[in-house]
């Protein structure tokens, strides 16, 4: 039967059946921890993966939050085109200002692509 016991003066006495007792100080058993954690840490490796994953991910963040330039096309009562060109982060923003901008029929573009016609 295998028990451990702290002892009141910070030792940490090991028994193991009828072979006795080993005493360590606490320094030591930690000293050997650091020993075994250093011995068992990842190969670098996994580490250039770690980051480089943490890297991706925060140009993926990065990058759909980038704001996008939109063309807003209107065409007024009096047969003049306007053209205005801003930005706004998503479709739904600009679809929004253009809205409010808007007085009439209009022509919603980001880049080549119609967003609202």
């Known amino acids: ?3 451990m016991a702290l002892a009141a003066g910070a ?14 100080s606490t320094s030591e058993l930690f000293n050997r921890d650091v020993r075994e954690n250093i011995r068992q840490a ?12 943490f ?4 140009v993926v ?4 939050r ?5 063309r807003l096309v209107e065409a007024t009562p009096q047969g003049v085109t306007l053209e205005e060109e801003f930005v706004a982060p998503d479709d739904t923003s ?3 200002r253009a809205s409010s901008v808007a007085s009439g029929e209009f022509q919603l573009w980001r880049g080549d692509t119609l967003v609202r016609g």
């Not at 990842?42 to 994953?53: E, F, N, R, T, V």
């Open 11 to 24: 030792a940490l006495a090991l028994v193991a059946g009828t072979a006795g007792a080993t005493t360590l």
């Open 1 to 3: 039967m295998k028990a």
């Open 66 to 70: 980038e704001e996008r330039r939109y």
């Open 61 to 64: 963040v990065r990058r759909r």
């Open 42 to 53: 990842s190969d670098p490796s996994i580490w250039a993966m770690l980051i480089a994953g």
């Open 94 to 96: 600009a679809f929004c």
């Open 55 to 58: 890297g991706g991910a925060g």
